[in-house]
């Protein structure tokens, strides 16, 4: 039986099924890490800082579909299948969906309608999609003797 994410490839479909690249992946990891981190500091402007944690969101659950094979062909998608890839679910991605739907009005109609509620719950989707990345990253433990 197929996987949801297999179930998603295809002709007019947003993913595609590619091989993972572990330097990409490392890559996307490093950034969005970097991002979260920045999107924390206070003295930023409110603006700058739900730019990082939405920037820092998208790079870190990109890297999610990474590891498991998959490239999308839009931003949205790569929140929509974190039950998937990383086993969050709505309570994250639905965050990152509203940021997503935020980013979109002010970008392609100048209205960045943000506060610092939504900022500080990007913040909190975002380090829960690091930790379950983390622990996908990190090395498998040794087995004991």
């Known amino acids: 039986m197929p996987s949801p994410l297999d179930n998603l490839c295809g002709p007019s479909r947003p993913l595609t099924a ?3 690249d572990a330097r990409e ?11 979260l981190a ?18 820092a969101a998208h790079a870190m659950c990109l890297a999610a579909l990474r590891w498991h094979g998959y490239r999308s062909s ?3 998608i790569v929140f929509q299948v974190l039950p998937h890839t990383l086993s969050l679910g709505p309570e994250v991605w639905r965050v990152l969906a509203k940021g997503h739907e935020i980013r979109n009005l002010g970008e392609y109609e100048g209205d ?4 610092e509620r939504i900022v500080r ?12 990345l983390s622990a996908l990253a990190a090395p498998a433990a040794p087995a004991s003797d």
Do not use: H
């Open 112 to 115: 960045m309608n943000v506060d």
């Open 38 to 55: 920045d999107a924390q500091v206070t003295q930023l402007s409110l603006e700058s800082r739900f730019d990082l944690a939405y920037n």
């Open 121 to 132: 719950d990007l913040i909190a989707a975002c380090q829960r999609v690091a930790a379950k």
């Open 74 to 76: 839009n931003r949205f």
């Open 18 to 20: 590619e091989a993972p």
């Open 25 to 35: 992946f490392a890559g996307l990891l490093r950034s969005g890490l970097a991002r």
